[in-house]
């Protein structure tokens, strides 16, 4: 995770190393119930969230001073988001059709409603779903990549009025909100259903927003100096180690809210070591293709358990790393009409 802001640049390894931890939690908190199911790999999402606002804020607070630059902004978000995003869907959908067919389930005008709702990044309403769980049926974990591109175009427009005081009350309005919903609901786990897709916006205002916050007192120089190895082994046990459940609404919301800000906070440093810092490179690719891979194994009742469906997910996401890394490079080469440095993502 490399950005670039005003006459720098500066190496996020650490990061990137929490951010390809939380990707593998999210495989196995998804794959057969087992030994390694973490207790909340739910939360790994609203890491997620907390660095794009970190990263973003560093690579373009500076540089979004209007609308004229708005436009830019959301052209390379598109470019790194949708690529990747879309070969997610199309496998979803080649998995839905191995299943469906199979099973006398399959209806073609739904399926190319729902794709086409998805493949805008918009939500499924429970009545065009297949299977009429999920908004993002094909790819459930989509509905997160939907927020993802609210939340880049909500800071592109606002980002020139985003002072401190306005920050400040954004966080403090989506934690009330979050306190609420993780409360009520007993989990944090929310936003790939209809009946809690919205409250997914508290899940992403609060986070972004943690994560603009956090860069502006890194720039400040106000951030403690990182310890190392202290943030992936503080992931891992707040995302791994149970705890009761009639106390899991309020560990989830002290993770949340103030665990995974901390862990960000002291994880500024340049590297995690090479294979976290891989594992962050690809993390992306294998956040987006581990379901619809799920899928097929269930089909052919290959489902073995976690490792294996990690055996075969990071390989693949491996290859579409290259690949989506190299598109996405000429793509931007086409668009900007010349090569300029990779903004960090």
């Known amino acids: 995770m490399t950005a670039n802001a005003t006459n720098h640049t500066h190496r996020f390894g650490t990061l990137d190393g929490l951010r390809g931890l ?25 890491l997620f969230f907390i660095l794009s606002g970190f990263v973003l804020a560093f690579s373009y ?6 609308l004229r630059d708005f436009a830019p902004f959301i052209v390379r978000r598109v470019i790194r988001l949708y690529p990747l995003y879309l070969f997610g869907l199309g496998l979803g959908v080649s998995a839905y059709l191995l299943t469906s067919i199979s ?9 190319i409603a729902a794709a086409g709702l998805n493949a805008a990044f918009l939500p499924v309403p429970p009545d065009l779903a297949p299977g009429g769980i999920f908004v993002f049926p094909f790819n459930p974990p989509g509905w997160s990549l939907s927020w993802e591109m609210f939340i880049s175009i909500a800071f592109g427009l606002a ?46 205002i609060w986070g972004f927003a943690c994560g603009v916050g956090l860069y502006r007192l890194f720039k400040a120089g106000r951030l403690p100096k990182e310890i190392r190895g202290l943030g992936p082994i503080a992931l891992l046990i707040l995302l791994f ?36 810092n891989y594992l962050g490179r690809i993390s992306f690719a294998v956040y987006i293709v581990h379901w619809p891979i799920n899928v097929a194994l269930q ?21 579409l790393e290259v690949a989506d890394e190299a598109f996405r490079a000429r793509l931007t080469a086409l668009v900007f009409k010349r090569r300029q440095p990779q903004a960090a993502t």
């Open 159 to 204: 980002a020139p009025f985003l002072s401190n005081r306005v920050l400040t009350a954004i966080l403090g309005v989506s934690a009330i909100g979050l306190c609420w919903v993780i409360l009520s609901y007993g989990s944090n786990d929310l936003g790939s259903y209809w009946t809690t897709f919205w409250f997914g916006s508290l899940r992403v």
């Open 22 to 46: 939380a990707a593998l939690a999210v495989v196995m908190q998804h794959s057969t119930t087992d030994w390694l199911t973490p207790a909340r790999g739910g939360l790994a999402v609203d």
């Open 241 to 276: 180690v149970p705890m009761p459940d009639d106390i899991r609404p309020f560990v989830e919301l002290s993770v949340a809210l103030v665990g995974l800000p901390l862990i960000v906070a002291f994880s500024t440093g340049p590297s995690a070591g090479r294979v976290l």
């Open 103 to 111: 099973d006398g389930s399959f209806w073609p005008t739904q399926m």
């Open 299 to 319: 089909h052919f009742d290959l489902d073995r358990g976690t490792l294996l469906s990690l055996l075969i997910t990071l390989p693949v996401a491996a290859i």
């Open 61 to 66: 607070q500076s540089r979004l001073q209007g």
